[in-house]
């Protein structure tokens, strides 16, 4: 085990190998918690009790891992982390704002919790053309899922934006391949409202509402 973290006097995590434990009476026991079977994890953060994150790396793709839970560690969610360097230890100072270092001088920072996350190519199918789907849960609470498809290889862009127009996050700036992919939103350190995101891709753009209610 290479990192511990409390959130108050019962309640705190240890990470190290692909294992993250959980207590919930000062140590007296440990919970295992799942969050992926081919991550090294070296550091964990909680802002309070419900939100915190755990950083490592991958060691099937060598990506440089950032994991993410908003409900004290039901769940973990993957998110991008933009670098192959293995990462090694992470601070937030609220729910927004944080650094995670890594090797080879790596320094990533968030202004969101991180928001941004990792696409999924969910299907071998290949679509007849360019598509963005209604995301699900809608309204949803802090996560929900948005899914489109691709018929070209290509630069492809997915944005939120707030209901004043402003940019809140980019979830997909990069060349992917033909094929139907799946990005999870985490709204956890966003206000409720009404929000939109935008698919780009080649000359097909498309823009559809969403809302989350907390």
Known sequence: ????????????????GNTILKTTNSGTNWIPQISGASYNLYSVYFTNINTGWVVGNDYITNLGTIVKTTNSGVNWISQASGTINSLYSVH???????????????????????????????STEIPSGYSLSQNYPNPFNPVTNL????????????????ILGKEVVTLVNEKLSPGKYQVEFDGSGLPSGVYFYRLTAGEFTDTKRMMLIK
């Open 1 to 16: 085990m290479y990192s511990a973290h409390f959130s108050d006097h019962n309640t705190g995590w240890v990470v190290g």
């Open 92 to 122: 937030f100072t609220d729910s927004n704002t944080g650094w995670i270092v890594g090797n080879s001088g790596t320094i990533l920072k968030t202004t969101n919790g991180g928001t941004s996350v990792g696409v999924q190519n969910f």
């Open 147 to 162: 899914e489109f498809g691709i018929s070209d290889l290509g630069f492809v862009s997915l944005k939120v934006y707030d």
